[in-house]
């Protein structure tokens, strides 16, 4: 607006002058004067016009960067909040986890201690048998532990006559030290197994095969343990093998000799492992 007052002005001025006689000279300098001031305001007027659009543009990515910058902040906001509560989630795991390890160490100790307990106890009754027994080891009978559990083996020639079911004196004899410390070891179960070689039964009357002659060899050793020795029958469980379970896979005398006996397999009461392990 200050461009074209001035050029109003000038151009009046040169009008007035117009008025007065004037050299060509000196009119041709004023037209030129004149041109060279609307040249330069056209110059201005276009520099406004850009200065306008690029304040207006500035203006614009101003705002934009301002809006970027509230939605990053925005963001920064929100992220140290989600940080602060994973933190949060993470020391509470930390410290359940924690409590569950300490829990967890604690009945792995109990257990070991369960075991330990189990593992002495098994060693001190089969050393208590190898000692009871130890006048008929030359007989057939050995005593050993397997898997936490203590067996007594005795040759079918310790106990019974051959292809027969009935217990000899011998035989007795083990069995009665036997009881002796079974009758003293209360926490005890007993398993009595029946075991043949793979030779098919012939001739023995009631008895039909291997499976009959192990069962009731299994047997006759149970009832003699029970009635005989008062040994607990809520303790004992009688099974028969027959062939199925041999010491030696061989076909030799020996072979088929190891193979004919009866185990009785003697476990530690696991009540209180048992309770450790499904707690």
């Not at 007052?5 to 000279?25: D, G, R, T, Y």
């Not at 001190?124 to 203590?150: E, H, P, T």
């Not at 030799?252 to 009540?271: F, H």
Request: charged share 30%.
């Amino acid at each position: 607006m200050k461009i074209k007052s001035l050029l109003f002005v000038v151009i009046a001025a040169a009008a007035l002058q117009s008025c007065v006689v004037m050299s060509p000279k000196k009119y041709k300098a004023l037209v030129a004067q004149r041109d060279s001031l609307s040249t330069r305001t056209n110059d201005l007027e276009a520099e406004r016009s850009r200065l306008q659009s690029d304040t207006a543009r500035l203006h614009r990515e101003m705002a934009d960067l301002q809006k970027s910058y509230n939605e990053l902040n925005g963001n920064l906001t929100a992220a140290n909040k989600n940080i602060d509560a994973l933190n949060n989630k993470y020391d509470s795991k930390v410290s359940q986890l924690s409590g569950d390890l300490q829990k967890r160490e604690a009945r792995l100790k109990e257990v070991e201690d369960a075991l330990r307990k189990r593992d002495e106890a098994t060693n001190a009754l089969r050393d208590k048998l190898q000692k009871a027994l130890l006048g008929f080891q030359q007989s057939g009978l050995s005593v050993d532990i397997r898997n936490g559990k203590v067996y007594v083996s005795l040759a079918d020639k310790l106990l019974f006559p051959s292809g027969s079911i009935v217990i000899d004196e011998k035989g007795k004899q083990a069995l009665k030290q036997l009881a002796i410390v079974l009758n003293k070891e209360t926490e005890i179960n007993i398993a009595v197994e029946g075991h043949t070689d793979n030779k098919k039964v012939i001739n023995l009357g009631q008895i039909k095969d291997n499976w009959d002659l192990s069962v009731l060899r299994a047997t006759s050793v149970t009832r003699y343990l029970t009635e005989t020795e008062k040994v607990s029958p809520e303790r004992l469980t009688a099974t028969g093998k027959s062939q199925y379970q041999p010491i030696d896979p061989g076909t030799a005398p020996e072979a088929l000799a190891k193979n004919r006996r009866i185990e009785i397999v003697l476990s530690p009461k696991l009540d209180e492992l048992y309770n450790l392990i499904t707690k």
